[in-house]
């Protein structure tokens, strides 16, 4: 199941790897809610070390989000993330979403995701803006989350 750089193999996750999943996701400040190892596929370099990670949410409202790509710091930069990227939309289909900080947007339009704008947003993701947008207020916050899709 190894179509990815000599350096490291990616593959699905497995239960013992639910630490090194939520350790990525601290390190990257992504947020934890409804995580799951189950919904994860892992980069492992060859030391067995899970070096960046990736999966998909369902939401409540049937969408579906590319959610918690990370990778380990030292392993930035060389392809890990867009392996996981390229893997994951090669097995799914329809509408993909995800959210982003400001600024991501361009790495992600390179997987085909475009920005959209709230009224093409499903409930979720409408929600998500709205529940940023008081802290945002509050505490003068330039960015907010950039939400993206991906046709299918």
Known sequence: MSESPAEFTIRTAGRGDDRAIRA???????????VD????????????????????KQHGDSSRELASIATAPDWRERGVAGTLIRRI???????LYLTCRDGMAP?????GFRVIGENEMPPYFRRLLR???IPAAIFRLRNRPTVMKLER
Do not use: K, Q
């Not at 190892?37 to 998909?56: C, L, M, S, Y």
């Not at 790495?107 to 997987?111: A, D, L, N, S």
């Open 107 to 111: 790495f992600y339009e390179r997987f």
């Open 89 to 95: 939309l090669a097995r799914e289909r329809g509408p």
């Open 131 to 133: 529940l940023f947008t």
């Open 24 to 34: 990525l996701i601290r390190g990257g400040r992504i947020n934890p809610f409804m």
């Open 37 to 56: 190892w189950r919904n994860f596929i892992v980069a492992e370099d060859a030391a067995g070390r899970i070096v960046g990670i990736g999966a998909v």
